[in-house]
């Protein structure tokens, strides 16, 4: 028999806000199908990466909780699955500290995600946010990840988590596992319902543009309703109807069904029949786990716990690599 070790799979998610439908369709939903098809998985919650932006902190630990308890009520299984939050595992940022030397100012200044950061956060340009690849880079390298599925918009923090490992391996010797990005073919860039050029996010100010994974279904709809399309009055997939493109994207992820099976049930249709339908299917999907999710926050002890002991079975795994990179770099051994 063939002695493979299971390929390792680790994805994690900032905890500044509740989920949008880009992170649920871009990520969380296809993620969580990993651990059914044979990968090891870990996943986590960034709540380092989140006070790059500067966060309330009573919304930060309320959002933390509550993405902690959306996930499991998705599927999450800890039979199977790591699953942790990042600031109980220590060794995220001693890793991240170390790989700061390891990565050069030019590469960090090319990184597409901090300069729209920090165009948006002109006030706080913080040394975090111009870092943050270095500490994305340790989440991944510190569990030896050979893939990383995310969104199109975090294919370019992947690759620089590579250079570094690489780099790291060519100085010394093979330390870190080289990972590969996995981007899905469809939802990999949802787009903000008002204005689909920009991708749906947290921190859209326009709150009609992004659907959030706790909205109520009349608020789905309400929004969906409101989403800018164009005057062809026609669904019709075409990167000059980005709106519409949009939401046949997300009606496709959620069916299944391609878009010209789309283009046909909507034929002799206009935009009035087409928008309350990719509502209904968001509603559909999202109620079950809604569901799980208020009765999952009820038990905050079972929360407690999970979270406890997931950060446990991380740890004990980035240790190893810590103590690795430690002894190659030259630190002086404790005993
Ligand atoms: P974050 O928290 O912004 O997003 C989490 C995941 O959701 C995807 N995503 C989207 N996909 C499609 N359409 C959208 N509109 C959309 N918005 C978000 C993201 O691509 C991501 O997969 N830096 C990361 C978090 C992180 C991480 C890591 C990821 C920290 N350490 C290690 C992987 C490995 C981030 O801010 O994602």
Request: proline letters at 4%.
């Amino acid at each position: 028999m063939e002695n493979t070790k299971p390929k390792r799979i680790l994805s994690m998610y900032q905890s500044t806000g509740t989920f949008t439908l880009g992170n649920y369709l871009g990520a969380l939903r296809n993620h969580i199908g990993f651990q059914n098809e044979g990968y090891e998985c870990l996943y986590a919650l960034a709540d380092l990466h989140a006070i790059t932006v500067r966060q309330e902190p009573a919304n930060l630990r309320k959002y933390t909780l509550e993405a902690y308890a959306f996930l499991l009520a998705m599927g999450i299984d800890l039979e199977k699955t790591i699953f942790f939050i990042q600031s109980h595992v220590p060794q995220h940022p001693q890793l991240a500290w170390i790989l700061n030397c390891y990565t050069q100012f030019g590469e960090l200044s090319r990184m597409t995600q901090f300069k729209d950061k920090a165009q948006k956060h002109a006030d706080n340009i913080n040394a975090g946010l111009f870092t943050y690849p270095c500490l994305m880079a340790a989440d991944i390298l510190l569990y030896q990840a050979d893939f990383v599925p995310v969104g199109a918009d975090q294919k370019q923090h992947v690759e620089i988590a590579r250079d570094i490992a690489e780099r790291f391996n060519g100085l010394y010797s093979p330390t870190f596992t080289v990972p590969e990005p996995i981007i899905p073919q469809h939802g990999a860039r949802v787009m903000s319902l008002q204005d689909p050029t920009k991708k749906m996010s947290k921190s859209d100010g326009n709150n009609n543009g992004c659907i959030s994974v706790l909205d109520d279904a009349d608020t789905i709809m309400r929004k969906f309703k409101r989403a800018i399309t164009d005057s062809e009055a026609c669904v019709r997939y075409s990167e000059e109807k980005p709106g519409v493109k949009n939401l046949m994207e997300i009606y496709s992820c959620i069916t299944g069904k391609t878009m010209e099976e789309i283009q046909r049930e909507f034929e002799g249709k206009g935009y009035g029949d087409f928008k309350p339908a990719v509502a209904e299917a968001v509603i559909g999907e999202l109620r079950p786990i809604q569901e799980r999710f208020q009765e999952i926050m009820q038990d905050k002890e079972y929360l407690r716990r999970c979270y406890k002991e997931n950060a446990e079975k991380a740890s004990a795994i980035a240790h190893r690599t810590v103590a690795k990179v430690m002894k190659k770099v030259g630190f002086l051994p404790e005993d």
